[in-house]
């Protein structure tokens, strides 16, 4: 008989393998009480985003779960979590693919329009980030899903580079949408916040380049269980967004 069958039930499936515990706050918590000590905020930021990444490596069901975590653990946590301790770690990286893809996903059609707008000026950009021609605004959407779950799956160095080409083409596209108004206002609002989708993807590649390298700036602290050699991250993710507030408004 089966080890996974009995006389009285029938098949049976063997049990899931339990998910590692994560240390992050319960969903939806805002950390009301953050860390006044920098070393132990940086601390913090790395046991999460490094146990954060080796979950999604070794289970593809809590992967796949993992990959809303700005919806379900939401964006102000996740950068009072990421965004500040440095400018070129994992918990950086992390805070700016998150945020990227609530954008994507949230403001999905706006983010098609600027995208198409765009994706003539960028070439290359256009063919790393994957989007599919005359793209939709639930193409854009899939990206972001894309993007993270490729991070969480094993390989964010090819995350940040695709999100790097997200932002180059969006950067185009802004600054398309800006000339072709007539509006001064909007014209230097597209401008200003393209600039910030240029920095997002330069930092990015710097993050990609240093991952593949084996060897980063922004180290982990010692004795920390990693998910690979953290990268050089992208900035605190606030680049082409609102004033600080982590925003999915703008990427």
Not at 59 to 70: C, K, N, S, T
Not at 90 to 111: G, I, V
Request: aromatic residues 4%; contains cysteine.
């Amino acid at each position: 008989m089966s080890q996974y069958s009995s006389p009285d039930h029938g098949p049976q499936q063997p049990a899931s393998r339990p998910h590692r515990p994560l240390p992050l706050p319960a969903p939806g918590l805002w950390l009301s009480a953050p860390d006044s000590d920098p070393a132990a905020k940086r601390e913090r930021a790395y046991a999460t985003a490094s146990a954060l990444l080796a979950a999604g490596r070794d289970d593809p069901g809590l992967a796949a779960e993992l990959v809303r975590l700005d919806e379900t653990l939401g964006l102000d946590a996740l950068r009072e979590l990421w965004a500040e301790p440095e400018e070129d770690g994992l918990p950086a990286a992390l805070w700016s693919l998150y945020l990227l893809r609530a954008w994507l996903t949230r403001q999905s059609a706006e983010a098609a329009r600027i995208y198409r707008s765009g994706r003539g000026h960028a070439p290359v950009a256009d063919a790393v980030s994957g989007v599919p021609e005359t793209p939709t605004a639930e193409d854009l959407a899939a990206v972001g899903d894309a993007v993270v779950t490729t991070a969480l799956r094993g390989d964010p160095p090819a995350a940040m580079e695709r999100a790097a080409a997200v932002h180059r083409v969006v950067a185009c596209g802004r600054f398309a949408v800006g000339e072709a108004t007539g509006d001064t206002g909007m014209r230097e609002n597209e401008a200003r916040l393209a600039e910030g989708n240029l920095r997002a993807a330069a930092r990015l590649e710097t993050a990609a380049a240093a991952w593949r390298a084996g060897g980063a700036p922004g180290a982990a602290p010692e004795g920390e269980d990693g998910g690979g050699t953290p990268p050089a991250g992208p900035g605190r993710g606030n680049e082409g967004t609102g004033p600080g507030n982590g925003s999915p408004d703008t990427p």
